[in-house]
C-alpha cells in the first residue's frame, strides 16, 4: 500500500512511495507526530539520480524488517534535496560537524523540534567497512533517546555551538577586497593544477567549472598563457574522457577516478549549464573547434532529451538503469563493432575500443583518436598498421548517430523530470551565450522558450518558485532561484536587445535585496525572510556543485549596476564579497564564481554599448565582433535613445551618420565611438586586460 509520498510531486520521493516505510514528506505534520509521539525523527535525504540512494533504499528502506523498526522507533520524513536545498544545508552540515564528512543519501536523527543530535551518510544493512549496520544504527539511537537524553541534549548543544560558530566566522570578513585577494586566490588554485589529466586534484575528480573560469579570466586580465592552458587542457581532457557523453553529449557529475575515465554516470542540469558556459567562453579565447563540438552537442542533448513542452528544461539523467550503474552507457567490443559495420577499423581505436574493455569488461566510450595528432593524419592501430584515412567530421558524425540510434533501444536510466528554477536559470544563461556567441538558431528558440515559460510559470509577484512538477509550481524560491533565473534573463537581453528581459530581471534583483539581504548582519541569506524557520537560518557561501546563491546574487546586482547607474545595487553587493575576501584567498577552487563577481568588482566591468537598431547589417558586425571575443566581465547593451527608457549605459550614445555605433567604456569613460568592426575588436583586447 502506499505510504504518504504517493502525493509528491518529486521524481525521488515518489520512488519511495510504495516502501513499506511510513515516510512523511517535510512538514507540520511530521513535526507534529514526533512531538505527540516522543519519537525522535529520521530524516533521510537525498535524490534521484543519487546512486547509492537506491543502493540504501534496496537494502534498508524496501526490507520489511528494517522498515518495521523504522516504522516503530522513529517519525520517518524523506526529503528530496533538489527541491530543499535549505534542509539539506542545515542538516548536511551537523552531520560534518559531527562526521568530519558528507555525501547522500543522508541519515539524521532529530529531537521533535527539528534539532540534529546523530547523522551520517550511507548505513549499510549489515556491519562492514567499520560501519554498523543500520538496524544496530536504529536501536542505539532510540535506545539512547529513551534512556540517555541527557546525552543527546549534550549532542544538540554541540551541533548549536556548530552553527554559531560558523555564522560568526562567515560574518566576519576581516579582508579588504582587492586585486591582492584576486591574485593570491589565483595563485592558490593554479598550485592545485594538475598537469596531467587538467582539473584539480585526484580521484574522486569533479569538472570545477567555476574555478576553470577563473583561469580563463586570469589569462584574458594579464595575458597569462599558463592560465589559458589550465582551462583548456582541463576541458579538452574532460571532452575526451568518460565523463563526456561521447555519443549523446554532455557532461557525466564526475569520475571515481583522477583520469576523467570513469564515470559517476548520473548526468545533472547544472554541471552542463556550468560547462557549456565555460565552453562557450573558451571557444571565443581560442577558436577551438573540438571545445565548440563538446559545448554544441551537450547544449543539444538537453534540447533534445531534458526539455519539457512548455520550454522548461529537467534536472537529471540516472546514474543506473536495470539496477546498473552506467549499463545504458558502455558497450562491448562486439556491439560496438556490429553497430560500426564498414567503419569498426578506425572507429574502435578512436573511441578507445578494445576487447578486454576499459572498465569492468566493458567499453566506457573516449576520444583518445581527437587527443592525437597522428590519428588524424592515419589513426595506428593495435596490430600497427595504419588506417586507410582520418575520418571526416561527417563520418565521425554519421557513427555517432547510428551509436545513438542502437543505444535509444536499451533501457534508459530514469529521468527526474521536476523543473529547477536555479537550474534552469543557470542553463539559461548557457544556452543564451551560445545563440549569441555561435549564432545557433536552435539554441536562440530554445533560450527564448525557457526565459517565458520561467516568467510565466515560475516567477509570481515578483518571487521565484523554486519547483514546477507535474503541471504543479509551488516551494517559495530561494536566493539561488532569484538570482540565478535574472542572470538568465540578463543573458536574454544581451542576445536580444529586448528591454523587457533586463526589467524582469531587475524585479528578480530587488526580490533579492527585500528579501534575502540583511542590512544587520551585511549579508545575504539563502532562505527569505518569511521562509519557515529551520533551526537556523541556512547561508552557505561556498560555491559547491552549484555557485552560492549570495555570489550569484552579488553578480547580478554588480551587472545591473552598470546597466542602470544604481548605486545601492553596487553597494549591497561590494558588502556581500568583502566579507568573503579572507575565504576566497585562502580556498579558490571552493569559490570559483564569488571570484569571479569579486572580480566585476574589483576590475569593474568592460562597458560596451552598440547604438542602432538592431538587426540591421551595420549593427550585426559590431555585434559579431563583440560575440567573437571573450571579455570577462562583459556587459553589453544595445539598441537606440528612444528605447533605452532610463538605461545608464545607453544615454548619451548616439549613431554616427545614422550608421550603428559601438562604445567601449570602463566605468562609463569611453573610447573614441567607432563603426569598425576591427577596430572594435582591438578597443575590447585593450579593455579586458588589467596589467
Not at 564526475?254 to 548526468?267: G, N, Q, R, S
Not at 573558451?282 to 563538446?294: F, H, K, S, V, Y
Not at 539563502?526 to 552560492?548: F, G, I, K, S, W
Not at 571570484?595 to 547604438?611: F, K, M, N, P, T
Amino acid at each position: 500500500m502506499p505510504n504518504r509520498l504517493a502525493q509528491a510531486t518529486s521524481p525521488y520521493l515518489l520512488q519511495h512511495a510504495n516502501n513499506p516505510v511510513d515516510w512523511f514528506p517535510w512538514g507540520p505534520e511530521a513535526l507534529e507526530a514526533a512531538r505527540a509521539g516522543d519519537r525522535p525523527i529520521l530524516l533521510s535525504v537525498g535524490y534521484a539520480a543519487c546512486h547509492w540512494c537506491h543502493v540504501m533504499a534496496r537494502e534498508s528502506f524496501e526490507d520489511a524488517v528494517t522498515a518495521g523498526l523504522m516504522n516503530e522507533l522513529f517519525v520517518n520524513v524523506k526529503v528530496d534535496r533538489e527541491e530543499r536545498p535549505d534542509l539539506d544545508a542545515v542538516y548536511m552540515q551537523a552531520v560534518q560537524a559531527m562526521t568530519g564528512s558528507g555525501g547522500w543519501p543522508m541519515t539524521v536523527f532529530l529531537t521533535p523540534a527539528g534539532e540534529p543530535f546523530y547523522g551520517g551518510t550511507y548505513f549499510p544493512p549489515q556491519d562492514r567497512h567499520g560501519l554498523p549496520s543500520f538496524q544496530r544504527i536504529l536501536r542505539s539511537v532510540s535506545e539512547a533517546w529513551r534512556t540517555r537524553r541527557d546525552e543527546v541534549g549534550r549532542a544538540v548543544t554541540s551541533v548549536a555551538e556548530v552553527y554559531a560558530a560558523a555564522a560568526d566566522t562567515t560574518a566576519a570578513g576581516g579582508a579588504v577586497l582587492d586585486a591582492g585577494i584576486l591574485d593570491a586566490a589565483w595563485r592558490g588554485i593554479a598550485r592545485r593544477f594538475e598537469p596531467m589529466a587538467g582539473g584539480f586534484g585526484g580521484a574522486p575528480k569533479f569538472p570545477h567549472a567555476m574555478a576553470l573560469d577563473v583561469a580563463l579570466r586570469q589569462w584574458a586580465r594579464t595575458g597569462d598563457d599558463p592560465a589559458l592552458h589550465i582551462a583548456k587542457h582541463s576541458f579538452l581532457q574532460m571532452a575526451r574522457g568518460g565523463i563526456f557523453d561521447q555519443v549523446g553529449g554532455g557532461f557525466h557529475r564526475y569520475t571515481v577516478d583522477a583520469a576523467w575515465l570513469v564515470p559517476h554516470f548520473e548526468k545533472m542540469l547544472y554541471d552542463n549549464a556550468l560547462l557549456a558556459r565555460l565552453g562557450v567562453h573558451l571557444w571565443q579565447a581560442t577558436g577551438d573547434a573540438e571545445i565548440r563540438r563538446a559545448t554544441e552537442a551537450t547544449l543539444a542533448w538537453v534540447r533534445r532529451e531534458m526539455t519539457d513542452e512548455n520550454g522548461g528544461w529537467y534536472s537529471s539523467l540516472d546514474a543506473d538503469s536495470e539496477h546498473e550503474e552506467g549499463k545504458f552507457y558502455v558497450w562491448s567490443a562486439e556491439e560496438f563493432a556490429a553497430t560500426a559495420g564498414d567503419d569498426a577499423r578506425w572507429a574502435g581505436p578512436w573511441f578507445g575500443v578494445t576487447a578486454g574493455g576499459n572498465w569492468e569488461g566493458h567499453n566506457i566510450l573516449t576520444a583518445p583518436g581527437a587527443a592525437s595528432a597522428a590519428s588524424r593524419a592515419g589513426a595506428m592501430f593495435g596490430d600497427g598498421t595504419e588506417s586507410a584515412f582520418a575520418p571526416s567530421p561527417e563520418a565521425l558524425e554519421g557513427l555517432r548517430q547510428r551509436l545513438y540510434d542502437a543505444r535509444a533501444a536499451r533501457v534508459w536510466p530514469g529521468r527526474d523530470d521536476k523543473i529547477i528554477a536555479s537550474w534552469n536559470g543557470l542553463m539559461l544563461r548557457a544556452m543564451a551565450e551560445a545563440a549569441r556567441v555561435f549564432e545557433d538558431a536552435d539554441a536562440r528558440t530554445a533560450a527564448l522558450a525557457n526565459g517565458e515559460f520561467l516568467w510565466s510559470t515560475m516567477v509570481r509577484d515578483g518571487r521565484v518558485f523554486r519547483i514546477h512538477a507535474k503541471t504543479t509550481t509551488h516551494i517559495a524560491g530561494f536566493l539561488e532561484d532569484h538570482a540565478a533565473v535574472a542572470l538568465g534573463f540578463v543573458g536574454l537581453y544581451q542576445l536580444t536587445f529586448d528591454r523587457t528581459w533586463l526589467d524582469r530581471a531587475r524585479v528578480l534583483a530587488d526580490a533579492c535585496l527585500t528579501h534575502f539581504w540583511s542590512d544587520a548582519d551585511g549579508c545575504f541569506y539563502d532562505t527569505a525572510d518569511d521562509h519557515e524557520q529551520l533551526v537556523v537560518r541556512p547561508r552557505d557561501v561556498m560555491d559547491n556543485a552549484t555557485p552560492a546563491g549570495g555570489s550569484l546574487a552579488a553578480e547580478l546586482l554588480l551587472i545591473l549596476a552598470e546597466f542602470t547607474g544604481d548605486a545601492a545595487y553596487r553597494e549591497r553587493a561590494d558588502r556581500a564579497l568583502s566579507a568573503l575576501a579572507r575565504p576566497m584567498q585562502e580556498y579558490g577552487v571552493m569559490f570559483g564564481h564569488a571570484l569571479s563577481a569579486a572580480d566585476l568588482a574589483v576590475r569593474g566591468a568592460v562597458e560596451v554599448a552598440i547604438a542602432g537598431e538592431p538587426g540591421s547589417a551595420a549593427f550585426e558586425s559590431l555585434a559579431r565582433a563583440v560575440a567573437d571575443r571573450y571579455v570577462p566581465s562583459l556587459v553589453l547593451a544595445g539598441g537606440t535613445n528612444d528605447g533605452a527608457h532610463g538605461l545608464a549605459l545607453l544615454e548619451g550614445r548616439e549613431t554616427a551618420g545614422g550608421t550603428a555605433t559601438a562604445y567601449v567604456c570602463r566605468q562609463y569613460a569611453c573610447d573614441a565611438p567607432t563603426t569598425d568592426a576591427e577596430r572594435l575588436t582591438m578597443q575590447l583586447e585593450a579593455a579586458a586586460r588589467t596589467e
